[in-house]
């Protein structure tokens, strides 16, 4: 935590509560960097030749998983693109890869892409899913109780109703973990996330899927006794994220919070292998998350409360393309606490750079953290604290705060970097004013849905700074 001055309030108490320790293990990812026919560990001038060679029927063995274009083969477009590479044509960035090679089990009753137009209705809420009648039977499609269903990108569950009305056919689905459905497969991905509106949708505060517009998405809704506001701007390789909340009304503020800054495009490679019925491996990176944010904290009058607004708000989600409906979804957590008296004021400025990746790792057995802080720094900009008795004030938010789910069950209920300031002033016995900031990185995983009872919480990383410490302190 912070100080121990006398009127110190602990600060993110929402945020650390959630947090426990955590082992750091780095290892290499699943999927060949891209166009790394030779599975060498980087895509050089050799695996141009090896996939020009397999182009023309050489037989080579070769790693499929380094496909470029999403093809399922090794050919012509892996060589141009390890070629575009080498010679600098081609960015770091790279392309997006997914990988869903299952064999279902029998139990398993898969609706295609090509037979969405049976489905009359899908209600993803409270799951139930309408079909035509004649059409299902027509199909040959087994929707019996107790069965699992797929239904391509919509909807995956166990089947615990059925009932006819008319020419249609109602199911109601529940929970099933994913080895009910799968016997043995790879699922992967290779996914640059960035900030257009034909990857990012958005999601209005009660829950309802909004089409973006062009620029960015706004939300603006109460909370706690605050306002809140905020936009996230579609820059395509950054988005210009404005957060405020503000407590009082009109000129009486009473305390106010913002966070302005940028986030940068970054990159989500997971993992999932199955094996006879069950989780061999899992894999879950966010790399290369960076961006800046300033923070400013602004209380004056009596402030005393507290507040941890809970990341039941998506700012954006991101669709995953695969049979199972597969999303990565950006939220924000909000917490602060403030005890001020009435003649009472601060205003704390603090400006944050950073970059992380944040992950986790699943060897079946256990799971262990994926993360490595990267370079980041402080920079305090302004601080005024005072008044005739203790006063402490506090601010902080997980932010980008990230949950990777399948249907409506989370894998990875949270995975975030964190960023706080704050300070406290006691005027007498002793005079002690101190401003901190801390940055952290943490994350939750719970492996159920692909049928494995582990969950874990992990603490990549906690930076502590103080920006200012009077002499007369103890």
Same mark, same amino acid.
Request: aromatic fraction near 10%; include cysteine.
């Given at each position: 935590?912070?100080?121990?001055?006398?009127?110190?309030?602990?600060?993110?108490?929402?945020?650390l509560?959630?947090?426990?320790?955590? #082992?750091?293990?780095?290892?290499?990812?699943?999927?060949?960097?891209?166009?790394?026919?030779?599975?060498?560990?980087?895509?050089t001038?050799?695996?141009?030749?090896?996939?020009?060679?397999?182009?023309?029927?050489?037989?080579?063995?070769? @790693?499929?998983?380094?496909?470029?274009?999403?093809? !399922?083969?090794?050919?012509?477009?892996?060589?141009v693109?390890?070629?575009?590479?080498?010679?600098?044509?081609?960015?770091?960035?790279?392309?997006? !890869?997914?990988?869903?090679?299952?064999?279902?089990?029998?139990?398993?009753?898969?609706?295609?892409?090509s037979?969405?137009?049976?489905?009359?209705?899908?209600?993803?809420?409270?799951?139930?899913?309408?079909?035509?009648?004649a059409?299902?039977? #027509?199909?040959?499609?087994?929707i019996?109780?107790?069965?699992?269903?797929?239904?391509?990108?919509?909807?995956?569950?166990?089947?615990?109703?059925?009932?006819?009305?008319?020419?249609?056919?109602?199911?109601?689905?529940?929970?099933?973990?994913?080895?009910?459905?799968?016997?043995?497969?790879?699922?992967?991905?290779?996914?640059?996330?960035?900030?257009?509106?034909?990857?990012?949708?958005?999601?209005?505060?009660?829950?309802? !899927?909004?089409?973006?517009?062009?620029?960015?998405?706004?939300?603006?809704?109460?909370?706690?006794?605050?306002?809140?506001?905020?936009?996230?701007?579609?820059?395509?390789?950054?988005?210009?994220?404005?957060?405020?909340?503000?407590?009082?009304?009109?000129?009486n503020?009473? #305390?106010q919070?913002?966070?302005?800054?940028?986030?940068?495009?970054?990159?989500?490679?997971?993992?999932?292998?199955? !094996?006879?019925?069950?989780?061999?491996?899992?894999?879950?990176?966010?790399?290369?998350?960076?961006?800046?944010l300033?923070?400013?904290?602004?209380?004056?009058?009596?402030?005393?409360?507290?507040?941890?607004?809970?990341?039941?708000?998506?700012?954006?989600?991101?669709?995953?393309p695969?049979?199972?409906?597969?999303?990565?979804?950006?939220?924000?957590?909000?917490?602060?606490?403030?005890?001020?008296?009435?003649?009472?004021s601060?205003?704390?400025?603090?400006?944050?750079?950073?970059?992380?990746?944040?992950?986790?790792?699943?060897?079946?057995?256990?799971?262990?953290?994926?993360?490595?802080?990267?370079?980041?720094?402080?920079?305090?900009?302004?601080?005024?604290?005072?008044a005739?008795?203790p006063?402490a004030? @506090?601010?902080?938010?997980?932010?980008?705060?990230?949950?990777?789910?399948?249907?409506?069950?989370?894998?990875?209920?949270?995975a975030?970097?964190?960023?706080?300031?704050?300070?406290?002033?006691?005027?007498?016995?002793?005079?002690?004013?101190?401003?901190?900031g801390?940055?952290?990185?943490?994350?939750?995983?719970?492996?159920?849905?692909?049928?494995?009872?582990?969950?874990?919480?992990?603490?990549?990383? @906690?930076?502590?700074e103080?920006?200012?410490?009077?002499?007369?302190?103890?």
């Amino acid at each position: 935590m912070f100080s121990k001055c006398v009127g110190r309030v602990a600060v993110m108490t929402g945020l650390l509560a959630i947090i426990v320790f955590g #082992a750091f293990f780095r290892c290499a990812f699943a999927l060949p960097p891209p166009g790394d026919v030779d599975d060498s560990g980087e895509a050089t001038l050799r695996d141009a030749v090896i996939a020009l060679q397999v182009a023309a029927g050489s037989g080579l063995e070769v @790693n499929v998983l380094a496909d470029v274009d999403a093809d !399922r083969k090794i050919g012509i477009g892996e060589a141009v693109y390890v070629l575009q590479r080498v010679s600098g044509v081609q960015e770091d960035w790279g392309p997006d !890869r997914v990988v869903f090679d299952v064999e279902w089990t029998p139990e398993t009753t898969v609706i295609s892409e090509s037979m969405l137009d049976l489905m009359k209705s899908a209600d993803t809420v409270d799951d139930v899913y309408v079909f035509d009648a004649a059409g299902v039977a #027509a199909a040959g499609l087994d929707i019996s109780e107790g069965r699992i269903l797929v239904i391509y990108n919509t909807v995956f569950g166990k089947i615990d109703s059925v009932a006819q009305n008319g020419t249609d056919l109602e199911i109601h689905t529940a929970f099933a973990p994913l080895t009910e459905a799968i016997s043995d497969g790879v699922i992967a991905w290779d996914y640059g996330v960035e900030f257009t509106a034909d990857k990012i949708v958005g999601r209005s505060p009660d829950g309802r !899927r909004i089409l973006p517009r062009a620029d960015e998405l706004t939300f603006s809704f109460p909370y706690g006794g605050f306002t809140f506001d905020i936009k996230m701007g579609l820059g395509g390789d950054t988005s210009a994220v404005t957060i405020t909340a503000k407590k009082g009304v009109g000129d009486n503020i009473t #305390a106010q919070f913002t966070a302005q800054g940028t986030l940068h495009r970054f990159r989500s490679r997971d993992l999932i292998e199955i !094996r006879s019925r069950k989780l061999d491996a899992f894999e879950h990176a966010l790399e290369g998350i960076r961006g800046d944010l300033t923070l400013e904290l602004l209380v004056a009058g009596s402030a005393s409360d507290s507040l941890n607004f809970k990341p039941d708000l998506t700012l954006m989600e991101i669709p995953i393309p695969l049979v199972i409906p597969t999303t990565l979804a950006i939220k924000i957590q909000f917490v602060s606490q403030l005890k001020t008296p009435i003649d009472g004021s601060t205003n704390i400025k603090t400006g944050f750079s950073f970059g992380s990746d944040l992950g986790v790792v699943f060897n079946g057995v256990d799971v262990s953290a994926n993360a490595q802080i990267g370079p980041y720094q402080f920079d305090e900009e302004s601080k005024t604290i005072g008044a005739s008795s203790p006063i402490a004030a @506090n601010f902080g938010i997980g932010f980008p705060r990230f949950e990777l789910g399948i249907g409506k069950v989370l894998i990875v209920p949270w995975a975030q970097t964190a960023f706080l300031i704050g300070g406290s002033f006691t005027p007498f016995h002793p005079t002690c004013l101190i401003v901190e900031g801390q940055f952290i990185g943490a994350c939750g995983i719970n492996l159920a849905v692909l049928g494995e009872l582990l969950n874990r919480d992990f603490t990549f990383w @906690n930076e502590k700074e103080t920006f200012f410490s009077s002499d007369t302190c103890p």
